[in-house]
RNA sequence: GCACCCGUAGCUCAGCUGGAUAGAGCGCUGCCCUCCGAAGGCAGAGGUCACGCGUUCGAAUCGCGUCGGGUGCACCA
């Protein structure tokens, strides 16, 4: 059967050509004096009705235009509806309620995304929404003194699978860690791993309140022995703990690597804290704020309501963050003259305004909300508001083993280890839990649910869908079908006419539109909600052939019908396949 | 006291950046296997979208205020 000329080549995102066809279509009233000149269609809107039984589609033109062309709602969604309905992709388009405009489509423009998802495979869905923009995600970026624990977990899989969704949206996406490597804290690294050291010379080790008590230290001071043998012993810390430092901090970088690794994550860049010492960088990212006039010595007015104990004025270097939509203006110097923690974080995005990033993106902890304010101005304030940063809060992960809240007895202390959460139920399992709430929400994550393989668990109902369509297509080889996926792409779609058929490849058809909606909103749930619903539709259509014996996938008889199904299924598949990847994790071919 | 996040079914949460009768999972009720994976499916009960104003053709969604919960709040990172 011919194919209709309008499927020949196009842009597969059936909602934006709907979109099209109905600005075309209002132009044309404007030219034939229907509508005035000049309108704004910036507001009109082609999405599917909540209520399929009110179409395919719907629009809101006629309501939205209504008001500045100075006409009744129906009137324009009358005229409009007239020529929609001569373009042959529209089987009909009727006025609704207040002025809805809703279309019925030719089922097979529906059906074509079957054909595309085949023939791109891993790339089905893939934008070019990005153009290639420089876009900086930024993760982790724990302090290195110690593995990752299941908090990090959350913003490492948020910030990866974020990553992920804006390269398959065509931005060009660069994975980068901050290792605040500058601080108080290395200092104390240092002197912990000295106690380890010292133990691993065979004395004890005095692990005074304040230091790191964890096991983890434990080989560091073995490797210090190795190096320095008993060198460093009864030495003053003048003469160790610059090197302690960058040891042991490399030590701790590569296991949070590891850590990393574990879960399938890799960082594009790791950036040094430290690089921004003595390098000039601090100096000349003030510099620049403050030849906008933006740094000024002065006395921060004390907190409103309740005073800090022992709060006094103090004369500071200032940032004037309050123009950039602060509430207060940050010190950048202490008043001993030092660098506040905040200017190499100025610095540091500074750098990253110099490599020529278009869009940065930060993944923190909720804990750092009182930070976002100040960070979003500074950002403003060095690239002139041309380079926006988004700040991405990751909430709490509440750990429960069987609905009770669990906690590890580690001796060192009481939080458990992302390693810990990773063996037990594997990188993919967690991987998908994590995702499985909005950032900003809390998360709840049930060790012993996480490893149930039934459908209270998201990520093993979305992997059965996958699986159980691998397994039709074995069935299907074994009934002498070809089941490849160009055999599929060519398959004749028309056989499709079952309206659980039709709603399956809607549910498909919404794929592109919703991983552009994910990328523009930095929200990568919004794939895992969208995969568990596409595999609930694939089970419900799976189930139907269980209850009506013609609906089966493969028919013996009709060879054409089967092979149509199959192709519908097999872009089901594809569809789960690509979702997954972005959020990294692997489609299951088999469950077990 | 100030700032940010949150408040939707008994519980845990979605809600396509303003659309029509607000959705899903769990739990509860009742159904469906002579097998393409029942590791599943179907149906039912259950909601003043915290509350009050406002913006407009139209609000769970946007604005303001109130209440409730979480987080962070001067030279610590």
Redesign the pocket.
Same mark, same amino acid.
């Given at each position: 059967m011919p194919r209709p000329f309008y499927l020949e080549s196009r842009e597969m995102n059936l909602f934006a050509e709907i979109k099209t066809l109905v600005l075309e279509n209002l132009n044309v009233l404007v030219t034939e004096g229907v509508l005035p000149a000049g309108l704004n269609y910036a507001?009109v809107?082609v999405?599917?009705?909540?209520?399929a039984?009110?179409?395919d589609m719907?629009t809101?033109a006629a309501?939205?235009l209504?008001?500045p062309a100075k006409m009744k709602?129906r009137d324009i969604a009358d005229a409009l509806a007239v020529k929609l309905a001569e373009d042959p992709r529209i089987l009909s388009a009727d006025v609704?309620?207040?002025?809805?405009?809703?279309l019925r489509l030719d089922p097979v423009l529906w059906f074509d995304i079957v054909t595309d998802a085949l023939s791109k495979g891993a790339d089905f869905g893939r934008s070019n929404m990005g153009e290639g923009r420089k876009i900086n995600v930024e993760f982790v970026s724990v302090?290195p003194t110690g593995p990752l624990h299941v908090g990090h977990t959350r913003g490492a899989v948020f910030g990866d699978a974020l990553a992920g969704l804006l390269d398959f949206a065509g931005y060009n996406v660069t994975r980068e860690y901050y290792i605040?490597d500058?601080?108080?804290?290395v200092d104390v690294l240092a002197r912990s791993a000295y106690e380890r050291y010292r133990e691993a010379n065979g004395l004890e080790p005095e692990i005074v309140e304040g230091l790191y008590p964890g096991d983890y230290l434990i080989p560091v001071g073995e490797a210090l022995k190795e190096k320095y043998g008993d060198s460093l012993i009864d030495q003053p810390e003048s003469v160790w703990l610059e090197d302690l430092r960058e040891f042991s901090t490399e030590m701790m970088m590569d296991l949070i690597r590891s850590d990393l690794k574990l879960l399938g994550v890799t960082m594009d860049v790791f950036f040094s804290?430290k690089s921004l010492y003595g390098t000039g960088k601090i100096e000349a990212a003030l510099a620049n704020l403050d030849a906008k006039g933006l740094i000024y010595e002065g006395v921060?007015p004390?907190? /409103?309501?309740?005073l %800090?104990d022992?709060?006094?004025?103090?004369e500071?270097t200032l940032f004037k963050s309050t123009e950039h939509g602060d509430?207060?203006d940050?010190?950048i110097?202490?008043?001993?003259g030092?660098?506040?923690?905040?200017a190499?974080d100025i610095a540091y995005h500074y750098d990253k305004i110099e490599r020529g990033f278009d869009e940065l993106i930060d993944v923190l902890g909720?804990?750092?909300?009182?930070?976002?304010?100040r960070m979003k101005a500074a950002v403003s304030a060095l690239s002139d508001g041309k380079i926006p940063l988004d700040i991405k809060?990751c909430?709490?992960v509440r750990l429960y083993k069987n609905g009770k809240p669990f906690k590890m007895s580690k001796r060192a202390g009481t939080f458990v280890l992302l390693r810990d959460v990773v063996e037990q139920v594997g990188p993919d399992v967690t991987r998908f839990i994590m995702l499985?709430? /909005?950032n900003?929400? %809390?998360?709840?994550f049930d060790l012993a649910k996480a490893l149930e393989?039934?459908?209270?668990n998201?990520v093993?109902?979305v992997q059965?869908a996958h699986?159980?369509v691998?397994?039709?297509l074995?069935?299907?080889v074994e009934a002498g079908l070809k089941v490849d996926d160009e055999t599929l792409a060519n398959a004749d779609l028309t056989l499709l006419a079952h309206p659980a058929e039709l709603g399956l490849a809607q549910k498909l058809a919404?794929w592109p539109?919703?991983l552009e909606?994910a990328a523009?909103?930095h929200?990568p749930?919004?794939i895992a909600?969208y995969l568990?619903?596409l595999a609930?539709e694939f089970?419900?259509?799976?189930?139907?052939?269980?209850?009506e014996p013609e609906?089966?996938?493969?028919q013996p008889d009709k060879r054409a019908q089967s092979t149509a199904r199959i192709a519908l299924i097999r872009a089901v598949a594809v569809a789960i396949a690509a979702g997954l990847g972005i959020l990294g994790v692997t489609p299951a071919k088999?469950?077990?």
């Open positions: 507001n809107a999405e599917p009705p909540r209520d039984l009110h179409g719907a809101n309501m939205v209504a008001k709602p609704a309620g207040p002025g809805f405009l809703n302090n605040n500058g601080g108080a804290q804290e921060l004390p907190p /409103k309501g309740k %800090p022992g709060w006094e004025a103090r500071q509430d207060v940050r010190p110097k202490k008043s001993d030092g660098w506040t923690y905040f190499p909720a804990d750092h909300g009182g930070y976002v304010k809060l909430q709490l499985t709430r /909005k900003d929400a %809390p998360l709840d393989q039934s459908k209270d998201p093993f109902y059965y699986a159980r691998n397994s039709v074995k069935k299907a919404e539109r919703l909606t523009k909103t929200e749930h919004r909600f568990y619903e609930s089970h419900a259509l799976q189930h139907l052939g269980k209850i609906m089966r996938f493969i088999e469950m077990r």
